[in-house]
């Protein structure tokens, strides 16, 4: 069984619909890739993996068990095993980026200290951020902030690293160090669910390729089949106006 | 102004200072538990009242209607409503305690927007990412969102305490030994008005003024500028 199975899950914002019947399996070590028109759903899906959204109806189990998603500790031990990396970043304002980084292994998970301050230091390291270890994120660059926040969600030891849009908030000459970082992570073999409209990278780093629109997975493929021959006319719209320019 | 200096010997004598003196006293008291209280009480109110913490809706209406509802009643009917509440009740209780229920009660209501309005200008995805990581409502308010908020919360509720300070003269109407009431005691007592009202005045600017010069401090240590 795949370490992620979601299965007929939906979702509504007040009335609006915004999640119906999605399916999708990601099976550990494998690199998802969800794509589609803003509005899509894209996002929303992580937000309810994530237990920000709850869902109305549908199944989510994670490495073999379902996951309540009205239970709160249900909820908890979900939120173990998912690390979530936001749009915007959403550093803690009020803190450096070493205990952005800190916080909720030692608040949370009551972690040693020592040791997972060594630990932050060597992940803030590996995203390049040695030197701003010290900085608060007003002080940071955008790229920075979210490689600050890459090392924060993989400070928490997650079986999944879900990353929504992480570049779309960035100045493009600004993209390439966080997709940079995202690579090291896969050549780790890390475990991912991506949101991105960066179809070059996509192609690149993903097995797998989600299109969805309008709150529903249209299209599920390798690379090659969702940017080369899509069999639904809808994503072949997609694919073929984004890869114009 | 003649006249004044006339009396002043007079006036700031031994007993009428001591006189004034316990009033200040209790007016001081009275504004510091009657607004530290309803701060703390504020503050749960505002917290009760945040979406984020509390998931119990009908808990949230209670907080919402009391803070509604005591913000639009004048000082004075609250007092009065306070102060015969206490008797319908049967408690005998001093005039101190009926005044610093009141300015409490006044001061949670309107702490408690103050609190919110800060709580509320820290942006949504603060919350997220805390919630996202597992910490509870009330860890996130402590470590995440106080921190952002107190820069936002502190101005206007020391503006409002000094505001209350002022309020305090009102309970001088159910006959309670505040200032006011001090001078108004000096003032039927044969002193003129000018000399009694005018050094209660000073007192009240006495009180008021260390309590802006706190604020400013308290904003310094809680939400230090970093910039």
Redesign the interface.
């Known amino acids: 069984m795949p370490h992620l199975v979601i299965e007929k899950l939906s979702a509504d914002y007040g009335a609006t619909p915004v999640l119906i019947d999605v399916d999708l399996a990601v099976e550990r070590g494998e690199i998802v890739a969800i794509i589609g028109p803003s509005g899509s759903g894209k996002s929303t899906l992580l937000r309810v993996l994530?237990?920000?959204l709850k869902p109305r109806a549908g199944h989510v189990h994670v490495a073999g068990t379902e996951v309540n998603y009205a239970s709160a500790e249900a909820l908890?031990k979900v939120?173990?095993r998912?690390?979530?990396v936001?749009q915007?970043f959403?550093?803690?304002?009020?803190?450096t980026a070493l205990r952005n980084v800190t916080?909720?292994p030692t608040?949370?998970k009551k972690r040693n200290a020592a040791e997972v301050e060594r630990e932050a230091r060597e992940l803030l390291t590996k995203v390049g951020l040695a030197h701003r270890i010290d900085a608060?994120p007003d002080?940071m660059s955008g790229g920075q902030q979210q490689r600050v926040a890459i090392a924060?969600a993989l400070a928490?030891k997650p079986d999944i690293l879900l990353l929504d849009e992480v570049t779309s908030a960035l100045d493009p000459e600004l993209v390439a160090e966080v997709l940079d970082t995202i690579r090291l992570l896969a050549q780790d073999g890390m475990t991912m669910l991506i949101v991105s409209h960066e179809m070059a990278f996509v192609r690149e780093v993903a097995s797998k390729v989600v299109f969805m629109a309008d709150g529903r997975v249209v299209e599920v493929g390798p690379p090659a089949q969702i940017f080369d021959a899509p069999e639904t006319t809808r994503c072949a719209d997609f694919v073929r106006r984004i890869l114009r320019h | 102004m003649a006249a004044l200096l006339e009396e002043a010997p007079r006036f700031f004598g031994y007993y009428n200072m001591l006189f004034l003196g316990q009033a200040f006293a209790f007016t001081a008291l009275l504004s510091l538990v009657g607004c530290g209280g309803g701060f703390v009480f504020g503050f749960g109110l505002a917290v009760l009242r945040s979406e984020r913490i509390v998931r119990f809706a009908p808990l949230r209406w209670v907080a919402t209607v009391y803070v509604e509802l005591f913000r639009r009643i004048p000082f004075l009917v609250k007092l009065m409503v306070i102060f015969f509440a206490f008797q319908l009740a049967g408690f005998d209780v001093s005039g101190f305690v009926v005044a610093a229920t009141t300015v409490a009660l006044s001061a949670s209501a309107f702490s408690a927007e103050n609190v919110r309005a800060g709580l509320e200008a820290v942006h949504k995805?603060?919350w997220?990412?805390?919630?996202?990581?597992?910490?509870g409502g009330l860890?996130a308010l402590r470590?995440?969102i106080l921190?952002?908020a107190w820069r936002i919360i502190i101005p206007p509720s020391m503006t409002y305490s000094v505001g209350l300070v002022k309020s305090t003269s009102i309970v001088s109407q159910i006959g309670v030994f505040e200032l006011t009431y001090a001078a108004k005691i000096l003032n039927q007592k044969g002193f003129s008005a000018g000399i009694c009202f005018g050094t209660i005045l000073l007192l009240y600017f006495a009180l008021c003024y260390p309590l802006n010069l706190m604020a400013a401090r308290l904003e310094s240590k809680l939400a230090p500028s970093?910039h």
């Open positions: 994530t237990g920000l908890r939120r173990d998912f690390a979530i936001f915007q959403n550093l803690f304002q009020n803190m916080i909720a608040i949370v608060y002080e924060r928490l | 995805n603060q997220d990412a805390a919630e996202a990581m597992n910490m860890t470590r995440v921190p952002q970093r």
